[in-house]
T-cell receptor
Framework: DAKTTQPNSMESNEEEPVHLPCNHS???????IHWYRQLPSQGPEYVIH???SNVNNRMASLAIAEDRKSSTLILHRATLRDAAVYYC???????????????FGQGTILTVHP | DVKVTQSSRYLVKRTGEKVFLECVQD?????MFWYRQDPGLGLRLIYF???????EKGDIPEGYSVSREKKERFSLILESASTNQTSMYLC???????????FGPGTRLTVT
């Protein structure tokens, strides 16, 4: 998988929106962009994914730049339970059994203040 | 509710012991994965399996082996545990068609 670049850490206040950026300048045309998060003392959990269009689900929104070289995960109203490490990935499907493999970088540590 | 369970949350073993870490998923997923997570290094893929009795090496397979005799169960084996294998071990599963992986709670292994 190619490399993604995320800020090491970000801070937010409770009930405010949070925009978590990710650069993925080497993404190929068919790679989906995925976001996971890892709460303290837990395994990572899937948040959202997208290809070209912006995506919304119950957890977050994903805004993808037109050139697909960057994306932003949006938490519309941060809560204390959103404090976690957020990972941006774009797994490359090289075919065969490589499908499904994820490579996690360092992610962004999100701190939410009451 | 989807579930991936791991046999232990915490495990302490001695150098040279053979260690088995078990993972079970109840979602009928084809793919299963073993990662280790270390401070400053993030999650790294050890092995994965895309079908029963099938396995492929991940990024750091040295010192580990795996077994998948049944679809729902994927075992990680440390043949002779060493102190540098002290880590958090995470198991995950996914369907063959999707990248969405479901993770277990992790096993914190300490090798003394």
């Amino acid at each position: 998988d190619a490399k993604t670049t995320q800020p090491n850490s970000m801070e937010s206040n409770e009930e405010e929106p949070v925009h978590l950026p990710c650069n993925h300048s080497t993404i190929s045309g068919t790679d989906y962009i995925h976001w996971y998060r890892q709460l303290p003392s837990q395994g990572p959990e899937y948040v959202i994914h997208g290809l070209t269009s912006n995506v919304n689900n119950r957890m977050a929104s994903l805004a993808i730049a037109e050139d697909r070289k960057s994306s932003t995960l949006i938490l519309h109203r941060a809560t204390l339970r959103d404090a976690a490490v957020y990972y941006c990935l774009h797994p490359h499907n090289a075919g065969g059994t490589s499908y499904g493999k994820l490579t996690f970088g360092q992610g962004t540590i999100l701190t939410v203040h009451p | 509710d989807v579930k991936v369970t791991q046999s232990s949350r915490y495990l302490v073993k001695r150098t040279g012991e053979k260690v088995f870490l078990e993972c079970v998923q109840d979602m009928d997923h084809e793919n299963m994965f073993w990662y280790r997570q270390d401070p400053g290094l993030g999650l790294r893929l050890i092995y994965f399996s895309y079908d029963v009795k099938m396995k492929e090496k991940g990024d750091i397979p040295e010192g580990y082996s795996v077994s998948r005799e049944k679809k729902e169960r994927f075992s990680l084996i440390l043949e002779s545990a060493s102190t540098n294998q002290t880590s958090m071990y995470l198991c995950a599963s996914s369907t063959r068609e999707k990248y969405e992986q479901y993770f277990g709670p992790g096993t914190r292994l300490t090798v003394t």
